[in-house]
């Protein structure tokens, strides 16, 4: 098919009217059905408010009796409010959707019975395989007998098992059949699919991931404990602060945590400045969050002690020289320290002094080898709605089970709980306490690990203890002081969670109420200060007025103390002018802030030593900041200047920077210079500290409530009629805002944007419409969430922060009571044409993303917005003048909810946010809509939302979903889904790049429109689907990529919880007889109408009127038969959606417990039928399980050995069962026939094919199926058979044992392991991974566009396999058992299906054929391994099928014996035997029958059984012997003399195997056999002239082809019983078979025979006028004659040996020989190796010994516990007659009978003598065939000896000589080195025995005995001729040679001459007596010496010895 080309059935048909139905038929429907599924008149949806889940016990609120801003309120609201969700009713309860995912079938398998299965039982029964040579011995007993006698002997030695009683009773069948069905049907497995795994996910686009539900975000949280701390001495309280520091960023990531771990004794010392202690402040364990974990994160413990005189060094002596330990003086002097402690303490107690600090690295707890990812880690842990959230939970669960694992986002393996003792700590530096120097000395401490140099230590102990904390501890605090759940009464001490200060953004919105304010002093300088200013404190207050008394209790206290203070003191320096400070003062900010809250910080000196009188503080100066500026919340760093009096009243309403001159002036520390350095940050969930935020809350609050104008917002002054434009304007910027910001508030800054565009707005008189402004914003922000690399997304694609806003927050906008903004309201129309001028519309929207790209895109401009906002303010200027667009007036009435009395066609005064909403994305434009369709699924969810809820609130869940929505909103969301459509199909024919959005498009449509048809006209969204489809299919050309989209599509919509309402699947009632009734299965199928019949078959059938009622199940089986149809790149991958798109619905419907009662089953199987056509129609496209399973399953062993084991190949096997009906179609057996090149599916695609059709044929009314049997034409029949047949292997056990290597259901899937776990560590797990796959484009759903990329979700499966490699062998045994039913069950459907195919065809006349394909498929689930439940049935059947067709049993027992022996590698041949001889028994016995010929017959059918037993496993045997092998691969062959079929394919089987080992000849003869056995039946059948007659035809191929010819008496007639139906008795087959031997014979370089196997089938194909096919054959032949000329003599052949077998070892091979033909340039010892080495195998390498001469062998002398092999290097034999006949090359190497071998020896037995005693003996051995035949070992027959005279051995020799010298001379080309090397032996002066030599020895003198005279005479004439050709041969080489070889030349002709010279005499001289005519010579003694003269030297040596 062209891509083009799409099938004519593609387009949908025209769906039913499916309400209007609904209200017709209501009630004639099967109502109770479709109720049991989810009822009609009820709605999907229920819209539900769900409470926010609450950390805390109490919600986080502002404080109580505040009258809150606006804006807080708000953000309040939004934070506490419950969430609203809306659900579908009937989704199914959690277990089925879990039962679909394998997650639940936890226990499942305990409901399972446990199979049994042949394999398994054997393991544990028989030890390993039986052993060769013991094995070899048990055959040989049988040996040399004869056939009959071998099995009688064999069968009536054995003894017969016990005889069942009855066996020979007579039942009738009709009762068997019965007791039979009822024996099947009970204990059947109910849901075939719980069987089955669960397939990939990989196409699960339906499954749409439920967001995760906002929360407050955490980080990785770590608890710690602090244990103790202890100096060497103990004088005085210590407090301990700890904070984590990220010293790669230069940054404190989280707050302090302050301790006291003093002992009461050191408290007792400040109890004067201690007046509560709170529980909250006993805290000593901390729990402190990290996002982002790194090996630079330091836990910093600083070490502060109360205030005393000197400096931190003097303090700290004490501590370095006195231990405690010492005793004595030291005891005393630590008593007297300690007393001095008491005293500074009571009168300094709230002053500290820093002393000492100690860092404490954390690389080891935030692994580092985890942290090489940390750049990646960041998405996966922040930018997640809660994403990241998650992750962290469930890190700190596993933590806390102690079972880390590397992957977990940076928490190290090693994260156990560990204490930590820290026993030396760094003095602080006076003059080095800022957060720099902090940091420096850390980068110090992290590349030396000390810094004593510089700084002295102080010898201590802190022991503390840090652990992952758990999910929930016990008694905690938030950083709010929040008690957080659970949080028991009685604990008294608390852990605290540390509020974490993160490294960079996270992007996750505030879900609580958090409000806090941190003040960090850094620096003051007083150098240039009167000299009193020394020891400097500072104290810090939040006041909320001016005077003392306004200092607010809102501090968060320190160790040991209340919970909040009004003021805190820093630490103080001694002696220090220009002190650093690191204090922290958290503060809990009022919610209500006003121009009053300031910070006051108040410098005072403190007197260490007493004086008298005077006081401890001196006051030094004042300095504040306002909380607030232009009513923003100040933040950031701040250099203040110091007054050094008293502050003048209303100070705080400015700056201290910028107060205005005062009089008396204020006196200020250096001239009003800022001196005092601070840093003021704050944590805020409704502090937005974002300008563009601000501005726009604000705004917006100004139109909800009542203000005073002009407003204030920021530093600019709003008026009235400003308020419009400024707020457009907002609306435009809300986007500049930075993401951070933009993110935490997304929830408050959607429904603000909602509310504005359905809120009617009146400013200034003028009616205001926001919508379009609102709508663009929404759009805006939803591109920029998108497109942030930070933020996640799911499978989807979608942003998960929108999803989860969508799902949770969102709700539709409540409208308030419109509030007048001065002016009267008029009246207008409906408002909805003229809301705003598209034109500017558009380029305000367009203007507005470009200004968004450049921000986005650029990170630097995120904080200047100035080019933008510019921008902004020109467009809004010139929408100004556009008057009509940007303002109108409108009338509100008071109440919005009453419908105003205007004629307009919707209610003016009320928007529907559903209405609006559809009309904004129709009427959008430009970069807007391309926007709002890229990122469809949002503004989809919300449409979908907004509807469920006006449904809910309407209370129209009763009345008609015709008139639930306008006909305007139906008309604008057909608009939309035809425009996305067309979007999604422009995105298609774009590049590469766009497929995926075109993909996430398209699923957003689909589940848009799933979710439509629970709330609109069903009819309506049906006629959606069938537009988008036709949209989609007229714009798209690639037809992979458009059925993929399709189904992606439809898979989605097919996934509805009410699907098969909608598909109105209980409404096959009219179509199709009623389910289950008797009447019907009792009603004889002939007395049903044709119409009935007619209707039958139709419901098999994909039929426009089965489309248009069953609407979207039509549409996937569209989608399934086009992709099955389809071809062309990627098609693979559809069809594989296809098929798992059907799996997946019948999977949930199998599962779903709505579909439990049978009826239901029946009526969804009914639905379902066409499915059965189509997968029928399939049928050459499925997966050829015969080859998959050896490849797939192999547990070890080459191609060859798996070959061997299963001795008869599958094909066999269907010969073997009497494959005897039309094979059109069945890919597995035809895989040699032509066809439509299909597609081919994979295993996995044909499995989940298969088990749709079983669980169908399962489910469906099993009456209908018989008569849709009963009806099909026989091809159809057939074509069902093979289905089953390719059922049977499909669901075939794979064993327990496999379960280890194949994880059977895990690792078929994982198609590649390897790629996989080449992905998974390109892609790496974790964070990394999901980085990776955000940024992968998910093209794998795309075929033919990028078929190497695979879809991201694969990780998932690459883990699941690799978890699987180490399952448990509870996990291995509980997969067996599943597996085990399955294959129990899926087979027992098969064998129900056979059944029923029997039954039906009880009636029809092809019974036969079909028989014996039930019988095939039967013999075919026999061969697999199978539970004792199916064979129990299985032979049930049997039975009966055997006891109703007896006359074919012969034939098909032995056909199926012969497969079964040959298949099974592990049966046991003596049970078999047993059985047989039980049979035997059994015939014996039936003394009803014995009269009859049957008892013999079965003796005689039990005999043959036997043999070819025999020969089978001794096939097994010679795996390793392949002449052995073919041996008896054809003695089974022969034994099949009589069954043309099984003869024919054991020929083609042994053509196979020579194909395998290389020997083409051999193969092609095969085929050559086959022909002639086919033409023998052919010319039986029909007489063609042009069809060879018989084998005959055949001699000129090879004379051995006559052994095909059918002379047999038994041998069955072809018309017999399905005799010689198969594929190959026809004239195509005997065609196909020569042409198949031809192409052999020619790569076998045979090319005479070629021609020869040609002249055969040309006449045939001249008789078809196949005119193409003689063109091909013609050009075959011209390369053939080709060949034939140019490579003549260049072709090998061959090689011969004889091989002849001596010892009793060897069983029948003993004293045996044979001529072995083996590759051309064989060795002698290649082969002597190759028989050695197997032998030795078999028998033991000690008991083998070759022979190594060929003298004959004497057995009296060999010992007779070894074998002895004899191996002789033999060459072809012709008579002097044959080689007139015999002239080419090719001539002299075919068709070879007779072969010699010489063998010389003397008369006193040594092998070799002097000339003239070395006789020769030369024996011929003559073959039972001719050379090539079909195997490569012929035995001997015939074998004569002739022994040659030394004189005759000497005529032999120059013989030869002579030859070759006129060889080297005539050579073309010449070749000069052969010639001379011939030369060389012939001349060469120093020959040893050469031709001189020989001369002198017989030719010197005549000899005595006259009988000699004429072999002296031979001779002499021999060497006559010899000198001659030396002669040409030294003048030839003369002409040849070159320059430098002149001198050999010489030497050469020297020689030459000399030999001539010696020799002359001996030749001249003639034996006169033999040239007197005596007598005449009778003519038949003509015949020269060749035969009858070794006859007569044979005479003379008898005579003469």
């Known amino acids: 098919m062209k891509p083009s080309q799409k099938p004519q059935f593609y387009d949908p048909v025209e769906p039913v009217d499916f309400e209007g139905l609904l209200m017709t038929h209501l009630n004639s429907l099967d109502v109770q059905l479709a109720q049991e599924l989810g009822d009609f008149t009820d709605d999907d949806l229920d819209v539900v408010f769900t409470p926010k889940e609450c950390r805390t016990l109490q919600p986080s609120l502002p404080e109580e009796g505040v009258e809150l801003d606006p804006h807080v309120r708000d953000c309040v609201q939004t934070y506490i409010r419950e969430w609203l969700i809306v659900n579908r009713k009937n989704q199914g309860s959690p277990e089925i959707c879990g039962f679909k995912k394998t997650g639940s079938r936890k226990d499942f398998h305990k409901t399972l019975p446990k199979q049994t299965f042949e394999s398994e039982t054997l393991e544990c029964s028989e030890p390993a395989a039986q052993t060769g040579p013991r094995h070899l011995n048990v055959l040989c007993d049988v040996s040399g007998k004869g056939p009959v006698t071998a099995c009688d002997f064999d069968l009536r030695s054995l003894q017969p098992d016990k005889r069942l009683e009855n066996l020979l009773q007579q039942v009738s ?1185 690459w883990r699941q396999a690799n978890e699987k490699l180490d399952k448990t062998k509870a996990e291995l045994d509980q997969e067996a058992l599943i597996s085990g039913n399955l294959a129990t069950e899926a087979h027992l459907i098969i064998l129900d299906m056979q059944e029923n195919i029997i039954q039906a065809s009880s009636a029809l006349d092809c019974k036969d054929s079909l028989l014996g394909g039930v019988l095939r498929v039967l013999v075919n689930s026999l061969n697999c391994d199978q539970s004792t439940t199916y064979l129990t049935h299985c032979f049930a059947t049997l039975r009966a099928l055997i006891a109703k067709n007896f006359a074919r049993v012969k034939m098909q027992v032995t056909m199926s014996l012969a497969s079964l022996v040959g298949r099974a590698p592990d049966f046991n041949e003596e049970h078999l035997r047993r059985s047989l001889r039980t049979i035997l028994a059994y015939s014996e016995e039936d003394t009803a029958m014995q009269l009859t010929p049957f008892p013999t017959q079965v003796e005689e059918l039990l005999c043959n059984l036997n043999s070819i037993l025999y020969d089978t496993v001794k096939m097994r045997e010679f795996q390793e012997d392949p002449e052995m092998l073919m041996d008896l691969m054809y003695r089974i062959a022969k034994s099949y003399q009589a069954s043309p079929d099984l003869r024919l394919t054991w020929l083609q089987n042994m053509a196979e195997k020579h194909t395998k080992k290389k020997c083409y000849t051999e193969a092609a003869m095969c085929l050559v056999h086959a022909a002639a056995l086919v033409a023998e039946y052919l010319s039986m059948l029909e007489d063609h002239s042009y069809l060879p007659v018989g084998s005959v035809s055949f001699q000129n191929i090879s004379s051995n082809v006559l052994e095909e010819s059918v002379v047999s008496d038994d041998t069955l007639s072809p018309d017999e019983d399905g005799v010689c139906a198969g594929q190959y008795f026809t004239e195509s087959g005997l065609v196909g078979l020569l042409e198949q031997a031809a192409e052999l014979f020619s790569t076998g370089g045979l090319y005479e025979t070629v021609n020869e196997v040609y002249k055969l089938v040309i006449p045939i194909l001249e008789a078809h006028r196949e005119f193409r096919k003689l063109t091909l054959t013609h050009s075959k032949l011209q390369r053939a004659f080709d060949s034939i000329v140019n490579k003549d003599h260049k072709r090998m052949f061959g090689t011969y040996f004889r091989v002849g077998f001596f010892g009793s070892k060897f069983g029948d091979l003993d004293e045996q020989e044979f001529v072995y033909k083996e590759p051309a340039i064989t060795k002698l010892p290649e082969i002597s190796h190759r028989l050695e080495a197997f032998y030795g195998q078999c028998f033991g390498a000690e008991f083998v010994e070759v022979i190594k001469d060929s003298t004959p062998v004497d057995k009296t002398k060999l010992d007779p516990n070894k074998a002895y092999i004899q191996i002789t290097f033999v060459e072809p034999y012709f008579d002097e007659y044959e080689m007139k006949d015999r002239v080419t090359y090719f001539e002299k190497n075919f068709n070879l009978r007779r072969f010699m071998y010489t063998t010389p020896f003397t008369l006193e037995g040594r092998p070799r003598g002097e000339l003239h005693e070395q006789y020769r003996r030369n024996t011929v051995l003559t073959t039972m065939h001719a050379f090539p035949y079909i195997k490569t070992r012929i035995s001997v027959i015939q074998k004569e000896e002739f022994v040659l005279t030394p004189i005759e051995v000497a005529i032999e020799d120059m013989k030869k000589k002579t030859l070759q010298l006129a060889v080297a001379i005539n050579q073309e080309p010449p070749d000069p080195k052969m010639l001379q090397m011939v030369l060389q032996g012939s001349v060469g002066a120093t020959v040893n025995q050469g031709p001189l030599e020989v001369a002198q020895v017989f030719l010197a003198e005549i000899p005595a005995d006259p009988k000699l005279y004429r072999h002296h005479n031979k001779l002499r004439l021999c060497f006559k001729e010899f000198i001659m050709r030396c002669g040409e041969a030294v003048e030839k080489n003369k002409r040849l040679i070159t320059a430098d070889q002149r001198e050999y030349q010489q030497e050469l002709k020297k020689n030459y001459s000399k030999l001539k010279e010696n020799l002359r005499p001996m030749i001249e001289r003639k034996i006169p007596e033999l040239y007197k005519p005596i007598f005449r010579i009778e003519s038949q003694k003509r015949d020269s010496f060749h035969r009858s003269s070794f006859r007569k030297c044979e005479t003379q040596l008898s005579q003469g010895s």
């Open 173 to 1357: 069948a009709e009762d068997f059949e019965k007791q039979n069905e009822e024996a099947r049907r009970t204990n059947r497995q109910a849901e075939l699919f719980a069987l089955y795994p669960s397939v990939d996910e990989e196409d699960a686009v339906e499954i749409r991931p439920v967001p995760e539900c906002p929360k407050e975000h955490l980080g990785n949280r770590i608890l710690v404990k602090l244990l103790t701390l202890k100096f060497e001495i103990e004088i005085e309280p210590l407090f301990a602060s700890i904070a984590l520091y990220d010293v790669k960023e230069r940054k404190k990531i989280s707050e302090n945590f302050h301790c006291d771990l003093n002992s009461d004794q050191f408290k007792g010392f400040l109890r004067a400045h201690t007046p509560s202690v709170a529980a909250s402040s006993l805290a000593r364990s901390a729990v402190f969050s990290v996002t982002y974990p790194s090996s630079d994160i330091y836990l910093v413990v600083k070490i502060e002690k109360v205030l005393q005189q000197g400096e931190i060094g003097d303090c700290a002596e004490p501590y370095l020289v006195i231990k405690e330990s010492d005793g004595g003086k030291s005891k005393e002097k630590i008593e007297k320290l300690k007393l001095q402690a008491e005293s500074f303490c009571q009168r300094l107690g709230k002053y500290r002094m820093p002393f000492a600090w100690a860092p404490i690295s954390l690389s080891s707890f935030f692994n580092v080898s985890t942290l090489e990812r940390e750049v990646t880690d960041v998405d996966s842990v922040v930018g997640r709605s809660s994403v990241g959230e998650r992750r962290t939970l469930v890190q700190s669960r596993r933590l806390s089970e102690r079972a880390l694992s590397l992957e977990e986002n940076g928490l190290g393996s090693n994260f156990k709980t560990s204490t930590l003792s820290v026993s030396s700590f760094f003095k602080q530096e006076g003059d080095r306490l800022s957060d720099e120097d902090l940091f420096k000395f850390l980068a110090d401490y992290k590349r030396s690990s000390s810094l004593q140099r510089r700084v002295k230590s102080i010898p201590g102990l802190l022991r503390l203890e840090i652990s992952t904390a758990p999910e929930i501890i016990n008694c905690c605090l938030t950083p709010e002081m929040l008690p957080v759940k659970p949080f028991p009464e009685n604990r008294t001490r608390p852990h605290k969670e540390i509020l974490e200060f993160p490294t960079r953004e996270v992007y996750v919105p505030h879900t609580v109420y958090r409000n806090l304010l941190y003040v960090y002093p850094q620096r003051l300088n007083f150098v240039n200060k009167l000299a009193s200013a020394r020891n400097i404190t500072i104290k810090i207050q939040f006041m909320c007025g001016e005077d003392a008394s306004s200092a607010m209790p809102v501090i968060f206290g320190k160790s040991s103390g209340p919970e909040f203070l009004q003021e805190v003191y820093t630490a103080v320096t001694y002696h220090n002018k220009s002190p650093d400070f690191y204090e922290e003062v958290k503060i809990k900010l009022p919610a209500k802030l006003t121009v009053n809250h300031h910070l006051l910080f108040t410098f005072y000196h403190i007197s260490c030593q007493q004086k008298q009188g005077a006081s401890v503080e001196t006051l030094l100066g004042y300095s504040w900041l306002p909380i607030l500026l232009n009513e923003r919340l100040q933040t950031g760093s701040y250099c203040l200047p110091v007054a050094l009096e008293k502050l003048p009243p209303n100070y705080s309403m400015h700056s201290a920077e910028k107060v205005p001159l005062q009089n008396p002036p204020i006196k200020w520390a250096e001239g009003h210079k800022g001196v005092f350095n601070i840093e003021v940050q704050a944590v805020s969930s409704v502090h937005t500290q974002d300008n563009h935020l601000e501005k726009f809350f604000t705004l917006c609050h100004s139109l909800e409530s009542q203000v005073t104008f002009p407003i204030r917002v920021l530093d600019q002054k709003i008026s009235e009629m400003a308020l419009e434009h400024e707020l457009k304007l907002s609306i435009i910027c809300l986007n500049s805002s930075r993401l951070e910001p933009l993110v935490l508030f997304l929830h408050l800054v959607l429904d603000k944007l909602f509310q504005l565009s359905v809120q009617p707005m009146v400013i200034a008189g003028q009616t205001a419409n926001f919508s379009q402004f609102a709508f663009e914003s929404v759009v805006a922000i939803a591109n920029s969430l998108h497109n942030s690399k930070d933020l996640s997304k799911d499978q989807h694609g979608r942003n998960c922060l929108l999803a989860s806003y969508v799902h949770y927050v969102f709700r539709l906008p409540e409208l308030q009571r419109d509030v007048p903004k001065s002016g009267a309201p008029t009246a207008l129309p409906d408002p909805r044409y003229h809301t705003y001028g598209r034109t500017s519309a558009a380029a305000v929207s367009s203007k507005l993303l470009q200004a968004r790209v450049m921000s986005s895109s650029n990170p630097d401009l995120a904080g200047t917005h100035s080019a933008a906002d510019e921008e902004v303010k020109n467009i809004m200027s010139s929408k100004i003048a556009d008057r009509n667009c940007s303002r109108m007036s409108y009338y509100c009435s008071g109440n919005s909810d009453v419908p105003s009395s205007t004629t307009a066609p919707r209610p003016a005064s009320k928007k529907h946010f559903h209405e609006e909403l559809a009309l904004q994305m129709v009427v959008s434009t430009g970069m807007v809509r391309e926007t709002v369709f890229k990122y469809a699924w949002f503004f989809f969810e919300l449409l979908v939302k907004s509807m469920a809820q006006h449904v809910h609130n309407m209370d129209k869940q009763d009345s008609f979903r015709r008139t639930r929505f306008s006909d305007r909103f139906m008309d604008d969301i057909t608009t939309i889904v035809n425009v996305v459509t067309s979007e999604i199909a422009a995105l298609l024919v774009k590049p590469q790049k766009e497929n995926e959005q075109a993909e996430k498009m398209n699923i957003s449509l689909a589940f848009f429109l799933y979710d439509l048809l629970s709330l609109m006209d069903r009819g309506f969204v049906f006629n959606l689907i069938r537009h988008y489809c036709n949209q989609l299919s007229a714009k798209l050309n690639n037809l992979p990529t458009l059925i993929s989209m399709r189904l992606e599509f439809l898979r989605i919509l097919c996934s509805h919880e009410h699907y098969l309402n909608l598909n109105l699947f209980f409404m096959n009632a009219d179509t199709a007889p009623t389910s289950p009734c008797p009447s019907i299965s009792s009603q004889n199928s002939s007395s049903c109408s044709s119409f009935q019949d007619q209707k039958i078959a139709s419901m098999f059938d994909l039929t426009s009127e089965y489309r248009q009622q069953h609407f979207l199940t039509g549409l996937l089986f569209t989608e399934l038969a086009a992709a099955l149809d389809a071809e062309g790149e990627g098609i693979s991958k559809v069809q594989r959606k296809a098929v798992s798109a059907i799996h997946s619905l019948l999977s949930s419907h199998d599962l779903d417990p709505r579909c439990v009662k049978p009826e239901v089953k029946v009526k969804i199987a009914a639905l379902y039928l066409p499915l059965v056509g189509i997968i029928l129609d399939a049928l050459p496209q499925l997966c050829d399980f015969t080859v998959a399973d050896t490849r797939r399953y192999r547990t070890s062993g080459s191609d060859e050995e798996q070959e061997g084991a299963g001795a008869i190949n599958q094909n066999v096997a269907l010969a073997i069962a009497g494959n005897h009906f039309n094979l059109k179609t069945s890919g597995i057996v035809l895989s040699s026939l032509p066809y439509k090149q299909y597609n081919m599916l994979n295993a996995d695609t044909t499995r989940n094919l298969m088990i749709c059709f079983l669980w169908i044929m399962k489910n469906a009314d099993q009456s209908l199926i018989r008569k849709w049997i009963a009806d099909l034409p026989s091809m159809q029949l057939n074509r069902i058979l093979d289905l089953l047949f390719i059922c049977v292997l499909c669901f075939e056990y794979k064993g327990k044992q496999n379960s280890d290597k194949v994880s059977t259901q895990v690792l078929q899937k994982s198609r590649d392991v390897k790629a996989r776990l080449e992905e998974a560590l390109l892609r790496g797990e974790g964070a990394r991974g999901e980085m990776m796959r955000r940024r992968a484009p998910g093209n794998d759903r795309f075929p033919g566009l990028n078929e190497n990329l695979r879809w991201k979700k694969e990780q998932t499966h």
